[in-house]
């Protein structure tokens, strides 16, 4: 499966700001999609993930309440809803894919990724 990941930007401290990432190549509605992050000199680390059905989410602690993933089986594409942001959100975000119902904090379960889109978050 190919992933496109779109919708970065430049953004103010408490702005809002929505990713997208489109799928095409296999079945995506029976992919789990993860959305991970990785600022400069950080490791790779899980932001929130949604089942193959978008019956179920997880998102790490340091944004639980702000950010929300969704998904639209119908058009192959995956969001994430940022509110709230704070300095401490900027990184590269990347949306991942694997094939199977459920999600995974691990990056290393994931088998497809996107190419990445930058958050930056001004103070």
């Known amino acids: 499966v190919q992933l496109q990941a779109s919708g970065g930007g430049l953004v103010q401290a408490g702005d809002s700001l929505r990713l997208s990432c489109a799928a095409s190549?296999?079945?995506?509605?029976?992919?789990?999609m993860g959305w991970f992050r990785q600022a400069p000199g950080k490791e790779r680390e899980f932001v929130a993930g949604i089942s193959a059905s978008g019956s179920r989410t997880n998102y790490a602690d340091s944004v639980k309440g702000r950010f929300t993933i969704s998904r639209d089986n119908n058009k192959d594409t995956v969001y994430l809803e940022m509110n709230s942001l704070k300095p401490e959100d900027m990184a590269v975000y990347y949306c991942?894919?694997?094939?199977?119902?459920?999600?995974?904090?691990?990056?290393?379960?994931?088998?497809?990724w996107g190419q990445g889109t930058l958050v930056t978050v001004s103070s």
């Open positions: 190549g296999r079945t995506f509605s029976s992919c789990a």
């Open positions: 991942a894919a694997r094939s199977y119902r459920y999600y995974s904090d691990n990056a290393m379960d994931y088998r497809y």
